[in-house]
């Protein structure tokens, strides 16, 4: 064999693991990362994902958060904080408040008095034309009139109100006691008043019978969405 002299195989496995220890030749260009690069890396990520949550794009955790229960908003108006009522259930409980002025008579339950105070409780003309009903708030109703099959024959004087109170409690009576018909808004209520403002005293019923079927223009559905789109007025001359 081709060996020097006095060299034996536990100095040639010294050699090699002395050879193998060491980190392969570093190729240019291709140097490993330092762990300072790294730990700066993960740093920047981490203050960098923070400041981009908190000021960037109105990331809100409360909002984003799938699990926190919140009220769902028909109208798609935006996230709503705290109660906050609708057009629709403005007008019910202003309404309620302006009822008192007729409960005297037509009875908390709007059911009337048997004889004497018609029904508002699934009555013909309540849940029809507001040209008619706005007309009685205004002036009131005197002579016979038959409501839900009865006949009544007697004076209605309503307190005097603004037209905001009228279409606010006529919404309400339209929308209690299991009546449900679209809202009445004061710009309806003060076209009745410019066509009726020289009217003195209550209508008769013969008074009113045209406008039996006839709604002002501008109804508005009501119920959740009251605040959406008007929806169109229907035409007078196509109603019989
Ligand atoms: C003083 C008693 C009295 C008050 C107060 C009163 N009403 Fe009447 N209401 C009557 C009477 C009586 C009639 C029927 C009149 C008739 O016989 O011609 C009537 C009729 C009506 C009608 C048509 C018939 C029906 O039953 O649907 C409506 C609608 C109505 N009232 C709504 C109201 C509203 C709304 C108020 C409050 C803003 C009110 N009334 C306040 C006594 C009253």
Redesign the pocket.
């Known amino acids: 064999m081709n060996q020097p002299q006095n060299f034996d195989n536990t100095d040639l496995d010294r050699l090699h693991a002395a050879v193998k220890r060491e980190n392969p030749d570093v190729v240019a260009g291709r140097e490993p990362t330092p762990l300072w690069v790294i730990v700066g890396m993960m740093i920047m990520t981490i203050l960098g994902g923070g400041y981009a949550g908190a000021y960037v794009g109105g990331f809100d955790s409360e909002k984003s958060n799938p699990f926190i229960e919140r009220p769902i908003d028909p109208r798609g108006a935006g996230i709503v904080t705290g109660p906050q009522l609708d057009a629709f259930q403005l007008a019910m409980k202003k309404g309620s408040t ?2 008192n ?2 409960q ?3 009875q908390p339950t709007g059911l ?1 008095q048997p004889g ?5 409780a699934g ?1 013909e ?2 849940l029809g034309g507001t040209e008619r ?1 706005a007309r ?2 205004m002036h009131g ?5 038959s ?1 839900k099959g009865a006949s ?8 005097v ?1 603004s037209d905001d109170e009228i279409a606010n ?2 919404t309400y ?1 339209r929308n209690s006691w299991g009546n449900q018909a679209p809202m009445v808004t004061k710009q309806m209520v003060a076209k009745v008043r410019a066509e009726v403002k020289d009217h003195v005293g209550p209508w008769s ?1 013969t008074d009113l019978e045209k406008y039996k079927e006839m709604n002002c223009p501008g109804e508005i559905p009501a119920g959740p969405g009251a605040t959406a789109a008007p929806v169109a007025a229907p035409d007078p001359a196509t109603k019989k």
Do not use: D, E, K, R
């Open positions: 302006v009822f002025n007729c005297g008579c037509h009337g004497a105070i018609p029904p508002l009555s003309w309540v009903i009685i708030a109703l005197a002579g016979p009139v409501v009544y024959n007697n004076v209605m004087m309503p307190p109100m409690v006529l009576v019923p």
